[in-house]
């Protein structure tokens, strides 16, 4: 499995950002595909995830009702659509994939993961 995470940069509180996960190497439809941040300093935690066949998500409370995780079937790409970012959501962001039916909220549970995208919220 390989995946290319894009779409971070340096925005303002409030702004919106969107990044991408293109994903290749296996055929996803029993997968669960998750966003991770991790800031300076922290523990990577939980974003969003979403199963690949249902489309059903799962959120962090802490973004809930700003963040929206989708996927595109055709261009096998996750995407996290970030509105009204906050200088806490900054970080590192990672996408990563799970061959399950079950949405995993737990980095060690995710057997494989992109490179990264930093997102910088500036306040």
């Known amino acids: 499995v390989q995946l290319q995470a894009s779409g971070g940069g340096l925005v303002q509180a409030g702004a919106s950002l969107r990044l991408s996960c293109a994903a290749s190497?296996?055929?996803?439809?029993?997968?669960?595909m998750g966003w991770f941040r991790q800031a300076p300093g922290k523990e990577r935690e939980f974003v969003a995830a979403i199963k690949w066949s249902s489309g059903s998500p799962y959120y962090a409370d802490s973004v809930k009702g700003r963040f929206t995780i989708s996927r595109d079937n055709a261009k096998n790409t996750v995407y996290l659509q970030m509105n009204s970012l906050k200088p806490d959501d900054t970080g590192v962001y990672y996408c990563a994939a799970k061959k399950a039916s079950l949405i995993y909220a737990y980095p060690k549970s995710y057997d494989d993961w992109g490179q990264g995208t930093l997102v910088t919220v500036s306040s």
């Open positions: 190497g296996r055929t996803f439809s029993s997968y669960v």
